[in-house]
Nanobody
Framework: QVQLVESGGGLVQAGDSLRLSCAAS????????MGWFRQAPGREREFVAA?????????YADSSVKGRFTVSKDNAKNTMYLQAFGLRPDDTAVYFC??????????????????????WGQGTQVTVSS
């Protein structure tokens, strides 16, 4: 079992920056990759970014987040981060982190398929005012 807890969300103004954290606990040695997703009101959950846990390779959604968001990790702290720059009102959403522990789902998870992930956090709300 892997437990994930997100933090760092809040209310910010357009143009501000924010860093989200996802702290992992439990069998973290079994994690192959972690990802960030977000869900805005009335919309489906969408992929934001993913990072492999050993090599640190990163992948971002082909959307407006590329170039503004940066995913990183600190293995010593078992924590993944999402640094967001130049936030916009359409970035308003609940941000979730997720982890994959099954190796044959690693590639699918890395490509951003939500159903490839095994564990999810509860989410942290990010609200961007105009």
């Amino acid at each position: 079992q892997v437990q994930l807890v997100e933090s760092g969300g809040g209310l910010v103004q357009a143009g501000d920056s924010l860093r989200l954290s996802c702290a992992a606990s439990g069998r973290t040695s079994s994690v192959y990759a972690m990802g960030w997703f977000r869900q805005a009101p009335g919309r489906e959950r969408e992929f934001v970014a993913a990072i492999t846990w050993s090599g640190g390779s990163t992948n971002y959604a082909d959307s407006s987040v590329k170039g503004r968001f940066t995913v990183s990790k600190d293995n010593a702290k078992n924590t993944m981060y999402l640094q967001a720059f130049g936030l916009r009102p359409d970035d308003t959403a609940v941000y979730f982190c997720a982890a994959v522990v099954v190796v044959w789902r690693l590639n699918s998870a890395y490509q951003g398929h939500a159903d490839a992930y095994d564990y999810w956090g509860q989410g942290t709300q990010v609200t961007v005012s105009s």
